[in-house]
């Protein structure tokens, strides 16, 4: 069973908007925080944000610079990721991910399951 399922990237102009949508099975969603990371090609993957079970704790990568929001919806099962003021350097593939064990900004070894991704690319 597919576990996370991204959708909402696509194709947009510098200074657009994009909202992503994750999509997950109860089990894997139920409990933990939800977040999101970004690879270009040749980067690392890197944190962009994470939202604790019950919402009280968020947490940024500086890379958003205070443009993106992540919010999620617990009767749905549904993370999103709002993306405004969108520049070139956004492009790339945008993975959800579950944690267990959220205790600040995401890192790699704290991911329990990863999205496949849905890429977002940013026209100059």
């Known amino acids: 069973q597919v576990q996370l399922v991204e959708s909402g990237g696509g194709l947009v102009q510098a200074g657009g908007s994009l909202r992503l949508s994750c999509a997950a099975s109860?089990?894997?969603?139920?409990?933990?925080?939800m977040g999101w990371f970004r690879q270009t090609s040749g980067k690392e993957r890197e944190f962009v944000a994470g939202v604790s079970w019950s919402g009280g704790r968020i947490y940024y990568g500086d890379s958003t610079k205070g443009r993106f929001t992540i919010s999620r919806d617990n009767a749905k099962n549904t993370v999103y990721l709002q993306m405004n003021s969108l520049e070139p350097e956004d492009t790339a593939i945008y993975f959800c991910?579950?944690?267990?064990?959220?205790?600040?900004?995401?890192?790699?070894?704290?991911?329990?399951?990863w999205g496949q991704g849905t890429q977002v690319r940013v026209s100059s």
């Open positions: 991910v579950a944690s267990s064990t959220m205790a600040g900004p995401l890192t790699r070894a704290a991911v329990d399951y």
């Open positions: 109860e089990r894997t969603f139920r409990g933990n925080a």
